[in-house]
């Protein structure tokens, strides 16, 4: 059950849609389950409008001071310069959506 849709993700393959009620899931479980790009669409909601965007297309803040569902400490935003605003005074850091599968999403849970 997903509580704040701002936080919210989606994976789309040929089979079924997966939806998570925080980023950081969605991408521990795309790690887990070896999906990328060419293997599946991923979808993000956008923290402002609480509209879908595809995760390539949208901007991430990533930072502890961001607390979402799950601990993760990530939401995307379609604008770039409100997710830098939000990163600097979260005091973390912007990331594009392919940079995301470097992180090691199970060891980043607080969870």
Request: charged share 30%.
């Amino acid at each position: 059950m997903i509580d704040d849709f701002h936080y919210s993700a989606e994976i789309v393959t040929k089979r079924k849609v997966h939806k998570f009620d925080d980023i950081g899931c969605m991408l521990a479980y795309a790690q887990s389950n070896d999906l990328s790009l060419d293997k599946a669409h991923f979808w993000v909601m956008d923290f402002d409008s609480a509209t879908w965007i595809k995760g390539e297309e949208a901007y991430f803040a990533l930072s502890q001071g961001i607390h979402t569902p799950m601990g993760y400490g990530i939401i995307a935003f379609k604008d770039l310069i409100k997710t830098k605003e939000t990163a600097d005074k979260t005091k973390g850091e912007v990331k594009e959506f392919k940079s995301l599968f470097n992180i090691d999403w199970k060891q980043r849970h607080e969870h």
